[in-house]
């Protein structure tokens, strides 16, 4: 288990394994029954799904009217579901949000170009829909 800490926040996050080689990054808060939630569908060794990860981390930090300090990120790993495999070996990075009834909504692929402000916002309005 990791603490990552950002100076700007001081907001903290703990990964923890859900299974092989996947983890989920949520902030620590008095909020922990968070109802937004997204996964990224992800694997080792892929650099785009690595910048979306490191990008993904910085929004969560960032605050205004687009705030992501609530919203739960589960990042899974493909490698070790072959249904996921299956779905996204292709397309990864997958970023798909959870809905009330626990389906899931495949998210519009961010650009690897966009700032981090971009991705928060983008983020924040499809988490709006």
Same mark, same amino acid.
């Given at each position: ?17 859900? +299974? #092989? *080689? !996947? ?5 620590? =808060?008095?909020? +922990? #029954? *968070? !109802? ?5 569908? =992800?694997?080792p060794g892929c650099c785009l799904c ?42 990864i990075p997958v970023l798909a949000k959870?809905l009330s009834d626990g389906t899931e ?25």
């Amino acid at each position: 288990m990791a603490f990552l800490r950002t100076r700007a926040q001081r907001a903290r996050w703990v990964l923890t394994p859900l +299974a #092989s *080689s !996947s983890f989920s990054a949520k902030p620590i =808060s008095s909020s +922990a #029954s *968070s !109802s937004r939630k997204l996964v990224l569908y =992800s694997k080792p060794g892929c650099c785009l799904c690595d910048g979306l990860k490191e990008k993904l981390l910085v929004a969560f930090t960032l605050s205004g009217p687009d705030s992501l300090h609530d919203v739960e990120l589960q990042i899974r790993d493909i490698t070790s579901n072959p249904e996921w495999e299956k779905a996204y070996q292709y397309e990864i990075p997958v970023l798909a949000k959870v809905l009330s009834d626990g389906t899931e909504e495949t998210l519009p692929r961010l650009s690897p170009r966009l700032g981090v402000e971009l991705v928060q916002k983008k983020i924040a309005a499809a988490l709006k829909q």
